[in-house]
T-cell receptor
Framework: AQSVTQLDSQVPVFEEAPVELRCNYS??????LFWYVQYPNQGLQLLLKYLSGSTLVESINGFEAEFNKSQTSFHLRKPSVHISDTAEYFCAVSVPRLGSGGYNKLIFGAGTRLAVHP | DSGVTQTPKHLITATGQRVTLRCSPRSGDLSVYWYQQSLDQGLQFLIQ???????AKGNILERFSAQQFPDLHSELNLSSLELGDSALYFC???????FGPGTRLTVT
């Protein structure tokens, strides 16, 4: 079975400061890794994903995450945060499925609430 | 906009009642996934359909059922509702699982 641990439930940070949201996973097989963001009273938006290839993946709004297989981590980073980045961030894993049928289910961490202060 | 639509946005009902939540996946997507988000359980996978067939089942109660129709929209039926069923219910579609805006269910 797979599991995801988000090490920080809340991360307060000042505007324009760097931030790292930590995510560790457990799995005996290879997994796909995802970060989702949930703004207040909204659904989840896919921020970035790692399926294969380069271990560093980037989003269009300045976030990046690095897959580290030896440490089973997929930490999310941003060098300079904005007030608008205030949201809940969820790390998730999925076991690749062979053939057709869509992806397997996502297993989510408990979430990290990022609060950006002016 | 993810392209996934869910109706209704909000639903308030009483214990013991039955409700139906509806999801329309993105155009061309064959997969629909249902998730429940609650304060105590977090985000939990309920069930997946692919092209009309049940593909995977998660922590879905026996009081809950789902189906996917030939036009690929899906419905999640919740019956004999309890206070603890109050939650946000999301559906997602596509291989990357783009999420809809959710239905907030409140059971009183």
């Amino acid at each position: 079975a797979q599991s995801v641990t988000q090490l920080d439930s809340q991360v307060p940070v000042f505007e324009e400061a760097p931030v790292e949201l930590r995510c560790n996973y457990s799995s005996s097989v290879s997994v796909y890794l995802f970060w989702y963001v949930q703004y207040p009273n909204q659904g989840l938006q896919l921020l970035l994903k790692y399926l294969s290839g380069s271990t560093l993946v980037e989003s269009i709004n300045g976030f990046e995450a690095e897959f580290n297989k030896s440490q089973t981590s997929f930490h999310l980073r941003k060098p300079s945060v904005h007030i608008s980045d205030t949201a809940e961030y969820f790390c998730a894993v999925s076991v690749p499925r062979l053939g057709s049928g869509g992806y397997n289910k996502l297993i989510f961490g408990a979430g990290t609430r990022l609060a950006v202060h002016p | 906009d993810s392209g996934v639509t869910q109706t209704p946005k909000h639903l308030i009902t009483a214990t013991g009642q039955r409700v139906t939540l509806r999801c329309s996946p993105r155009s061309g997507d064959l997969s629909v996934y249902w998730y429940q988000q609650s304060l105590d359980q977090g985000l939990q996978f309920l069930i997946q359909y692919y092209n009309g067939e049940e593909r995977a089942k998660g922590n879905i109660l026996e009081r809950f059922s789902a189906q996917q129709f030939p036009d690929l929209h899906s419905e999640l039926n919740l019956s004999s509702l309890e206070l603890g069923d109050s939650a946000l219910y999301f559906c997602a579609s596509s291989v990357e699982q783009y999420f809809g805006p959710g239905t907030r269910l409140t059971v009183t």
